[in-house]
């Protein structure tokens, strides 16, 4: 029981004095999941996990199916996400910060024929709350335009509706 007690405290005080750990497994097939089931697939370089619920996903890249080029890219995701959910076995997002991001057209949508960026250097902080989205800074540009916004959106509430399309049937009807 000793030893056990032991090699308990010394993994607790490995967490408590570290400052990045590897992203729990279980967490990233859960949000790969939760995109598979919208329709997307995402790819990301790096990620690290801190011991407060805290996550950083580098070199983020969102694909739609039907297209080779991503239609969405970033820097980085910085999730930071509620303890008590995350010790439950639930992933609660608590606020998002994306960081130099674009957004692109898939070449086949496009006069050149090439992929071409809709949105860059798109920096955001978001805060879901219940049936909102609170958008505490957002900054980008589109063409020579600067963009930036702040506000609430709000957001369909679950079950409210049967579920719409697929988020990339939606993105391909858009483009």
């Not at 007690?5 to 949000?31: C, D, K, M, W």
């Not at 996550?55 to 239609?71: G, H, K, Q, T």
């Not at 399309?165 to 993105?171: C, G, R, T, Y």
């Amino acid at each position: 029981v000793w030893l056990a007690l032991s090699l308990l405290l010394a993994a607790q005080i490995y967490i408590t004095s570290s400052h990045e750990l590897a992203v729990p497994g279980f967490l990233l097939r859960r949000l790969e999941g939760a995109l598979a089931e919208s329709g997307l697939r995402m790819t990301f370089g790096r990620t690290s996990f801190d011991p407060k619920g805290r996550v950083l996903i580098e070199n983020v890249r969102v694909l739609l199916p039907a297209f080779p080029d991503p239609v969405f890219t970033a820097r980085s995701v910085f999730i930071r996400l509620n303890p008590r959910s995350l010790l439950m076995g639930g992933v609660e997002p608590v606020e998002i910060t994306v960081t130099d991001a674009t957004a692109a057209a898939p070449a086949q949508f496009t006069p050149s024929g090439r992929t071409e960026e809709i949105v860059r250097k798109l920096d955001a902080t978001l805060e879901p709350r219940g049936s909102e989205l609170v958008i505490h800074q957002l900054s980008g540009r589109i063409a020579n335009l600067t963009l930036s916004a702040r506000g609430t959106l709000p957001l369909p509430a679950a079950g409210a509706k049967p579920p719409g399309p697929m988020l990339s049937e939606f993105f391909a009807r858009r483009f």
